[in-house]
DNA sequence: GACTTGACTAGAC
DNA sequence: AGTCTAGCCAAGT
């Protein structure tokens, strides 16, 4: 998760997928409930790029902020993930999606 | 050990 | 494009 570049995002699956657990998307969420800080987990969405409830202190609107702080704006309440996906450690793009800045 | 729950997902309508 | 369903698997009760 750290290796998420900035200003890009990837999903629960995606990460599970990383390390090897190509069915524990959930067990990626429920290790995020000890996140340590200093992580990016605002960088991690689900699968249709929705920001989950269940998010750190307070609500959804922390996570929502620190993305759009980093040029991920939400569509309707969702992360275009046409556009922000992150396609992985080892398949990283060279240029990062366009956002302002 | 048998449910229930959950920061999920792919597929069907 | 939205909504529902079945599948998932570790943790909690």
Redesign the pocket.
């Known amino acids: 998760m750290a290796k998420i570049p900035r200003g890009r995002v990837a ?4 990460i ?1 997928a990383w390390l090897g ?1 190509p ?8 290790a ?2 000890n ?1 340590p800080s200093g992580l990016p ?2 960088r ?5 790029g ?7 202190v307070g609500s959804m609107l922390t ?1 929502r902020i620190l993305l759009q702080q980093e040029g991920v704006s939400l569509r ?1 309440g969702r992360v275009p993930l046409s556009r922000f996906r992150w396609h992985g450690p080892k398949k990283a793009r060279e240029h990062p999606a366009r956002y302002g800045g």
């Open positions: 999903t629960y699956g995606q599970a657990w069915r524990r998307s959930r067990m990626v969420g429920r995020l409930r996140c987990w605002h991690v969405v689900n699968a249709r929705e920001i989950s409830r269940r998010a750190a996570q309707g």
